[in-house]
């Protein structure tokens, strides 16, 4: 399933942010990881652990200070479509059709007219025949989110960069998405980087689930799912490693409290509880 | 005491507030009819008591009743037709009781007397006799419109654009635009009348003024507010910076483009009619500005008719064409 060839390389990273006043946060703190090619790789953690600043240093929409985040060896210094992203708001244009929103790719590369018989292809793929002419108003959170998948794989990237696309939708439309991104995995084969708090996603989508810290984010631990690609959420070795996922997860979550001076400032991780 | 329920109708929705509805019944239609059927016959047979050609109000009041029943006739078999007929009925039937009245208190009964109050008959006649001149002032008065809006808007566009993507074009005339574009346009009429060789080119001047800061405005404004997911969703699907500005950010931006055309024909409509009367020889508002030094309040009650005609045309092409380009935005199409 997965080679050894590595696709996305982080090394070094830091990322600080600063604020109006002049304070610093630390989102990112020598963050090492290297992603394989054909590989889904999640990274989880409670809010402010900086799992999105990491995927958005992958897109290009954000530089670290100190650092490289490459992808076959050429530092990554601005987007390209090789690294296609999903919001976690669909962010589709709302003033074109759910076809023109997957064309949009197509015409920004200046594909479209060779190209444009794939429109069809990816809106089978991810099950919307039908709403080819509906404008984004019309469609579901559940439905913007495939067009916007179909909008990034169109492209056919390299990486395809999911950041909590599933977290404003409802627990029935969230598992039906689950098993469509995991089918759309295997069938284009495509590298997935995900950004989640929900540890059920995490187990029943990835190869290896980066577990990261909060203030300074950091990855605290990358485990490997050795699960049957056929992935059963009531299957023992599911639950096991579900359950392994979270305490370190809330281990994550103590080791950091513990490091809090300000009470008020108490970590939430209810993101995590919720999947359970 | 008798509980029927309604079949056909759905409830009213329970929103908090009272929500706008009026009984749609063929009943109501029938008395709008009766009403405006009564003007007529209140015309025909009720003796004048002024001087006034009655026979084109009289045949006016007649083809309004023929389509009010060539209407439904056809919503007999259109119900949707037929529901804006009744809706509408109510308001046909004051209408026919308010023309009925007016025509009572002038032209039969000189309680309104002339020149200065004239009765429907009266502005209907003058309209009637004066069409060459209604006509010809219309086209002089649409063309100075058109032109002008078109220009402006075409200008309001452009700067629009420069000011809400190029940081330097928004430190440099923003500001410009900002105090220039509070000016009501009318205040430029003098200077306009000085610089420009003739009448027309003046009021074109005043017209792009009143239309290109609306909409300059409006664009920029609909530009800058894009939000920034819309530009890194297109970055990482291929997008450069010039298809950012054309394929993101101008599209953004048109339903402040309509915002900005709708201020800017309201701006527009008082500023042709406002330079026509200062400094022209052609157009409606030369018109009333004429008939009025010959106290010929007939002419100018006549002219009012027609610009609101004319300038309600305007402005529904206006909203259904912003409705059809704006059918993408969520409460806009039915």
């Given at each position: 399933?997965?080679?050894?060839?590595?696709?996305?390389?982080?090394?070094?990273?830091?990322?600080?942010?600063?604020?109006?006043?002049?304070?610093?946060?630390?989102?990112?703190?020598?963050?090492?990881?290297d992603?394989?090619?054909?590989?889904?790789?999640?990274?989880?953690?409670?809010?402010?652990?900086?799992?999105?600043?990491?995927?958005?240093?992958?897109a290009?929409?954000?530089?670290?200070?100190?650092?490289?985040?490459?992808?076959?060896?050429?530092?990554?210094?601005?987007?390209?479509?090789?690294?296609?992203?999903?919001?976690?708001?669909?962010?589709?244009?709302?003033?074109?059709?759910?076809?023109?929103?997957?064309?949009?790719?197509?015409?920004?590369?200046?594909?479209?007219?060779?190209?444009?018989?794939?429109?069809?292809?990816?809106?089978?793929?991810?099950?919307?025949?039908?709403?080819?002419?509906?404008?984004?108003?019309?469609?579901?959170?559940?439905?913007?989110?495939?067009?916007?998948?179909?909008?990034?794989?169109?492209?056919e990237?390299?990486?395809?960069?999911?950041?909590?696309?599933?977290?404003?939708?409802?627990?029935?439309?969230?598992?039906?998405?689950?098993?469509?991104i995991?089918?759309?995995?295997?069938?284009?084969?495509?590298?997935?980087?995900?950004?989640?708090?929900?540890?059920?996603?995490?187990?029943?989508?990835?190869?290896?689930?980066?577990?990261?810290?909060?203030?300074?984010?950091?990855?605290?631990?990358?485990?490997?799912?050795?699960?049957?690609?056929?992935?059963?959420r009531?299957?023992?070795?599911?639950?096991?490693?579900?359950?392994r996922?979270?305490?370190?997860?809330?281990?994550?979550?103590?080791?950091?409290?513990?490091?809090?001076?300000?009470?008020?400032?108490?970590?939430?991780?209810?993101?995590?509880?919720?999947?359970? | 005491?008798?509980?029927?329920?309604?079949?056909?109708?759905?409830?009213?929705?329970?929103?908090g507030?009272?929500?706008?509805?009026?009984?749609?019944?063929?009943?109501?239609?029938?008395?709008?009819v009766?009403?405006?059927?009564?003007?007529?016959?209140?015309?025909?047979?009720?003796?004048?008591?002024?001087?006034?050609?009655?026979?084109?109000?009289?045949?006016?009041?007649?083809?309004?009743?023929?389509?009010?029943?060539?209407?439904?006739?056809?919503?007999?078999?259109a119900?949707?037709?037929?529901?804006?007929?009744?809706?509408?009925?109510?308001?046909?039937?004051?209408?026919?009781?308010?023309?009925?009245?007016?025509?009572?208190?002038?032209?039969?009964?000189n309680?309104?007397?002339?020149?200065?109050?004239?009765?429907?008959?009266?502005?209907?006649?003058?309209?009637?006799?004066?069409?060459?001149?209604?006509?010809?002032?219309?086209?002089?008065?649409?063309?100075?419109?058109?032109?002008?809006?078109?220009l402006?808007?075409?200008?309001?566009?452009?700067?629009?654009?420069?000011?809400?993507?190029?940081?330097?074009?928004?430190y440099?005339?923003?500001?410009?635009?900002?105090?220039?574009?509070?000016?009501?346009?009318?205040?430029?009429?003098?200077?306009?009348?000085?610089?420009?060789?003739?009448?027309?080119?003046?009021?074109?001047?005043?017209?792009?003024?009143?239309?290109?800061?609306?909409?300059?405005?409006?664009?920029?404004?609909?530009?800058?507010?894009?939000?920034?997911?819309?530009?890194?969703?297109?970055?990482?699907?291929?997008?450069?910076?010039?298809?950012?500005?054309?394929?993101?950010?101008?599209?953004?931006?048109?339903?402040?483009?309509?915002?900005?055309?709708?201020?800017?024909?309201?701006?527009?409509?008082?500023?042709?009619?406002?330079?026509?009367?200062?400094?022209?020889?052609?157009?409606?508002?030369?018109?009333?500005?004429?008939?009025?030094?010959?106290?010929?309040?007939?002419?100018v009650y006549?002219?009012?008719?027609?610009?609101?005609?004319?300038?309600?045309?305007?402005?529904?092409?206006?909203?259904?064409s912003?409705?059809?380009?704006?059918?993408?935005?969520?409460?806009?199409?039915?």
């Amino acid at each position: 399933m997965s080679k050894q060839e590595i696709l996305i390389k982080i090394s070094g990273v830091n990322r600080v942010y600063y604020d109006t006043t002049g304070k610093a946060t630390v989102a990112l703190q020598d963050v090492d990881l290297d992603t394989r090619k054909g590989e889904f790789i999640t990274f989880i953690g409670p809010s402010g652990c900086g799992k999105t600043t990491l995927l958005r240093l992958i897109a290009g929409l954000d530089s670290p200070q100190s650092g490289v985040v490459s992808i076959e060896g050429q530092p990554i210094e601005k987007p390209g479509y090789e690294r296609g992203f999903v919001f976690q708001q669909a962010a589709l244009f709302p003033w074109k059709t759910v076809e023109e929103n997957i064309a949009i790719g197509l015409k920004a590369r200046k594909v479209f007219k060779e190209k444009k018989l794939y429109i069809k292809d990816y809106i089978d793929l991810i099950g919307l025949t039908g709403f080819e002419k509906a404008y984004p108003h019309e469609i579901s959170g559940g439905m913007a989110q495939r067009v916007a998948i179909a909008r990034a794989l169109i492209n056919e990237p390299k990486v395809l960069l999911l950041d909590e696309p599933l977290g404003a939708l409802d627990a029935f439309t969230r598992i039906e998405l689950q098993t469509t991104i995991r089918r759309i995995w295997e069938k284009t084969g495509t590298t997935i980087v995900l950004v989640t708090h929900d540890v059920d996603e995490a187990v029943f989508l990835s190869d290896r689930i980066a577990i990261m810290t909060a203030r300074p984010g950091r990855i605290s631990e990358v485990i490997t799912v050795n699960l049957k690609p056929e992935r059963d959420r009531n299957d023992d070795e599911f639950i096991i490693l579900r359950r392994r996922v979270l305490e370190k997860l809330e281990l994550a979550g103590k080791h950091w409290s513990s490091r809090l001076i300000d009470p008020l400032e108490q970590p939430s991780i209810s993101g995590v509880g919720e999947a359970i | 005491m008798t509980k029927r329920i309604n079949k056909k109708s759905e409830p009213e929705p329970k929103t908090g507030f009272s929500t706008y509805w009026k009984p749609q019944s063929g009943w109501w239609y029938i008395g709008a009819v009766i009403s405006v059927l009564v003007a007529l016959a209140v015309d025909i047979l009720v003796p004048d008591s002024q001087f006034v050609n009655t026979l084109p109000y009289q045949i006016f009041l007649e083809i309004f009743i023929t389509i009010l029943i060539v209407l439904w006739v056809i919503s007999v078999k259109a119900n949707s037709l037929r529901k804006i007929l009744y809706h509408k009925a109510q308001f046909i039937f004051a209408v026919g009781i308010a023309l009925t009245v007016w025509d009572l208190l002038s032209t039969k009964s000189n309680i309104l007397q002339l020149p200065f109050f004239p009765g429907p008959a009266q502005i209907i006649s003058v309209i009637v006799s004066e069409r060459e001149t209604f006509l010809i002032s219309s086209y002089y008065s649409l063309r100075l419109f058109f032109v002008g809006l078109i220009l402006g808007t075409i200008l309001g566009i452009g700067t629009g654009i420069l000011i809400g993507w190029y940081r330097q074009w928004y430190y440099w005339l923003f500001p410009i635009l900002k105090v220039i574009g509070i000016i009501p346009p009318i205040a430029w009429i003098p200077i306009a009348v000085v610089v420009f060789p003739n009448s027309f080119i003046a009021g074109l001047f005043l017209i792009v003024i009143a239309s290109w800061f609306p909409v300059a405005f409006m664009v920029s404004v609909g530009i800058a507010s894009t939000p920034k997911v819309y530009y890194e969703a297109a970055l990482t699907l291929g997008a450069n910076e010039r298809f950012l500005l054309t394929n993101v950010a101008i599209p953004n931006a048109v339903p402040d483009i309509f915002t900005g055309l709708t201020t800017a024909t309201g701006f527009s409509f008082l500023t042709l009619i406002v330079s026509e009367m200062i400094g022209a020889k052609a157009g409606l508002g030369w018109y009333i500005n004429w008939a009025k030094t010959w106290s010929a309040y007939d002419k100018v009650y006549a002219s009012i008719v027609i610009m609101a005609i004319v300038f309600s045309i305007i402005l529904a092409v206006l909203n259904s064409s912003r409705n059809y380009v704006l059918r993408w935005k969520k409460g806009i199409s039915k």
